[in-house]
Every structure is written in C-alpha cells, then in structure tokens.
Nanobody, 116 residues
Framework: QVQLVESGGGLVQAGGSLRLSCAFS????????MGWYRQAPGKQRESVATITAGGRTNYADSVVGRFTISRDNAKNTVSLQMNSLKPEDTAVYYC??????????WGQGTQVTVSS
C-alpha cells in the first residue's frame, strides 16, 4: 500500500526558510512524477513544484527562484527547500505522486505559516 508522509512544516518569519520532506512508501516511487501542492484558506489547491522521474522540474511562477524541489530515489523521498518565504506562502502543503498510468497519491498535508 502506497503512503506519503510529509514533515517539516511550521511557523517562520517572512524572509526565512523551511524544508519540507515527503517519504514515499512503495517501489513505484522511482517512476512517479512527484510534486508539492498547496492550499490556502478559501483558495483552490495549486501546484507549487513538480519533478519527473528523470529529474525535470517545473515551478509555479510565484516561487521561481525561491523554492527548489529535489528527489532522492535511493531513499524514496522528495523535498522542497523554501527560501525567502512570504506571508502569501502560508498554506497547507501536500506531497503528491503520479504514476505513468495516472494513479494519484497524496499525503496528509503539513501546515506552513509565514508571519509578516
């Protein structure tokens, strides 16, 4: 059974940094496109960053130059390094994995709060 478990959220001041990690149980991690999504109160869930099995990355315009997604296929983990955080980055962040046959897996979410 596939499980995604996020960690690393918390409260940080504007301009600070946080690193989110997601542990993916299951051998299909190596072929899955992994991503981080976020949902702020009253808003729809949005894509923040994705990384393919081959390491190709894509970022939302709002985080380019501040966030970096990476994956470790040996450890089945995907991380999101978030620098220069802004209050508008406040949201629940979700780890996502999508297989080549389009099966979606989601973590439970981790809260990130950026104070001004």
């Amino acid at each position: 059974q596939v499980q995604l478990v996020e960690s690393g959220g918390g409260l940080v001041q504007a301009g600070g940094s946080l690193r989110l990690s997601c542990a993916f149980s299951g051998s299909i991690f190596r072929i899955a496109t992994m991503g981080w999504y976020r949902q702020a109160p009253g808003k729809q869930r949005e894509s923040v960053a994705t990384i393919t099995a081959g390491g190709r990355t894509n970022y939302a315009d709002s985080v380019v130059g501040r966030f970096t997604i990476s994956r470790d296929n040996a450890k089945n983990t995907v991380s999101l390094q978030m620098n220069s955080l802004k209050p508008e980055d406040t949201a629940v962040y979700y780890c996502n994995g999508v297989t080549p046959w389009r099966t979606d897996y989601w973590g439970q979410g981790t809260q990130v709060t950026v104070s001004s």
